[in-house]
Nanobody, 124 residues
Framework: QLQLVESGGGLVQPGGSLRLSCEASGFTLDAYTIGWFRQAPEKEREGLLCINTSGISTYYADSVKGRFTISRDNADNTVTLQMNSLKPEDTAVYYC?????????????????WGQGTQVTVSS
């Protein structure tokens, strides 16, 4: 069974950093493109950035450019989202998702598997 599990969320002060991990089980990540999304209360799910099977990343949200980076470690079957200079407006549940395709996307429905999400709260 394909499964993704996010970890690393929590409470952080504005300006702080968090490192989210997306670990796959039941399949190997190297053939999958991975996207990170987030959903804040009463807002639609937002595609943030994505990394394809070649390790090329694409940013979809201007609000995170220069602050968030995505990387993958196929040996560990993990994709990481490094979040720096966090702001209160980054507060949301963060999800990783996979699609068996080389191309990145910020369209949620093209991703076939999703993690359960991890809460990130940025507050003083």
């Amino acid at each position: 069974q394909l499964q993704l599990v996010e970890s690393g969320g929590g409470l952080v002060q504005p300006g702080g950093s968090l490192r989210l991990s997306c670990e796959a089980s039941g399949f190997t990540l190297d053939a999958y493109t991975i996207g990170w999304f987030r959903q804040a209360p009463e807002k639609e799910r937002e595609g943030l950035l994505c990394i394809n099977t070649s390790g090329i990343s694409t940013y979809y949200a201007d609000s995170v450019k220069g602050r968030f980076t995505i990387s993958r470690d196929n040996a560990d079957n993990t994709v990481t989202l490094q979040m720096n200079s966090l702001k209160p407006e980054d507060t949301a549940v963060y999800y990783c998702a996979s699609r068996r395709n080389w191309a990145c996307s910020n369209v949620a429905h093209v991703f076939g598997s999703w993690g359960q999400g991890t809460q990130v709260t940025v507050s003083s």
